[in-house]
């Protein structure tokens, strides 16, 4: 694998379910991104780990629960979602320097039936 | 508030044509403004970057114009192809933080005509 990977690339769930998002990186980086992806919508900046350190949270509801247990995977817990959260849900890495290029994933289909 | 706007939504070029999509920020502490490029199905992947101390950068057919007194910048891809057909972001960010809090545009669907 190479690149930035992310699993699965579609999902389908209801409301009351639990599910999580799995990303994996490649590319030896120190910082992961999760982004969401909404039609007509810019990509919004949900969450940002250094070094398995949570820096960043976009005032992101708590039915989404980032997880970062090293640098190299990063997970999103679903639950008690909402039919409005359905988007594509991007992951993305990069060097936690100033320049270090972003690198995405390509996403996972979230449908919220 | 949107600080990154982008323009048009959507673009029909011919082939061989001039594909132009505009951007406008606000926050002028901005000093990295890169071009993303994403086909269906698979995230967006870096295409060009200005950073705000020259006028115009190019790579290949793709160039970015920047006019920092009005807060503008725009891609220009040449001699467009029916492969160049994507979706295309402009983004916005600061360099004082140690990662990349980019501000994305809405996007720009291309469609080149063969």
């Known amino acids: 694998e190479t690149g930035v990977t992310q699993t699965p690339r579609h999902l389908v769930m209801g409301m009351t379910n639990k599910k999580s998002l799995k990303c994996e990186q490649h590319?030896?980086?120190?910082?992961m991104y999760w982004y969401k992806q909404s039609a007509k919508k810019p990509l919004e900046l949900m969450f940002v780990?250094?070094?398995?350190?949570?820096?960043e949270n976009n005032s992101v509801p708590s039915r989404f629960s980032p997880e970062c247990p090293n640098s190299s995977h990063l997970f999103l817990h679903l639950h008690t979602l909402q039919p409005e959260d359905s988007a594509l849900y991007l992951c993305?890495?990069?060097?936690?320097?100033?320049?270090?290029?972003?690198?995405f994933g390509p996403g996972t289909r979230l449908t919220v039936t | 508030q949107q600080q990154v706007k982008q323009s048009p939504q959507s673009l029909i070029v011919q082939k061989g044509g001039i594909s132009i999509i505009n951007c406008a920020y606000e926050?002028?502490?901005?000093?990295?403004f890169p071009w993303y490029q994403q086909f269906p199905g698979k995230g967006p992947a870096l295409l060009i970057a200005?950073?705000?101390?020259?006028s115009e950068k190019k790579e290949g057919r793709f160039t970015i114009s920047f006019n920092k007194s009005a807060k503008q910048f725009s891609l220009h891809i040449m001699d467009s192809q029916p492969g160049d057909s994507a979706t295309y972001f402009c983004a916005a960010s600061r360099r004082d933080t140690g990662f990349q809090k980019l501000v994305f545009g809405t996007g720009t669907r291309l469609l080149v005509s063969p």
């Open positions: 926050n002028t502490a901005f000093d990295y």
């Open positions: 200005i950073r705000p101390d020259v």
């Open positions: 780990y250094n070094f398995k350190e949570q820096t």
């Open positions: 993305a890495s990069s060097q936690m320097r100033q320049g270090g290029e972003q690198y």
């Open positions: 590319l030896g980086h120190n910082a």
